[in-house]
């Protein structure tokens, strides 16, 4: 059984920066995708920036020339830097890798951007 643990969240102000952290565990014998989502309250959740097995990302239009993405496969840990963040960025973010046979979620970090 695959479990994803995630850090790196918490408050910051508008502008400032963070970094989430997720770490694959378990046997994983394929990758496809890894990334991140995101919820705010009241909204569905959205792709926010994923990483394919060529390095190939996909990510969502307001996030771009802010937020990258990077992964250690050594470490099985996939980041997303997060900098210039805006209120309108504060939602849960949830770490997903999906292999060849399975789909896999965290448990979800708070991301709140505030003065």
């Known amino acids: 059984q695959v479990q994803l643990v995630e850090s790196g969240g918490g408050l910051v102000q508008p502008g400032g920066s963070l970094r989430l952290s997720c770490t694959a565990s378990g046997s994983i014998f394929s990758f496809n995708t890894m990334g991140w989502y995101r919820q705010a309250p009241g909204k569905r959740r959205e792709l926010v920036l994923v990483i394919n097995r060529a390095g190939r990302t996909n990510f969502l239009e307001s996030v771009k020339g802010r937020f990258t993405i990077s992964r250690d496969n050594a470490k099985s840990t996939v980041y997303l830097q997060m900098n210039s963040l805006k209120p309108e960025d504060t939602a849960v973010y949830f770490c997903?890798?999906?292999?060849?046979?399975?789909?896999?979620w965290g448990q979800g970090t708070q991301v709140t951007v505030s003065s």
């Open positions: 997903r890798l999906i292999t060849d046979t399975d789909d896999y």
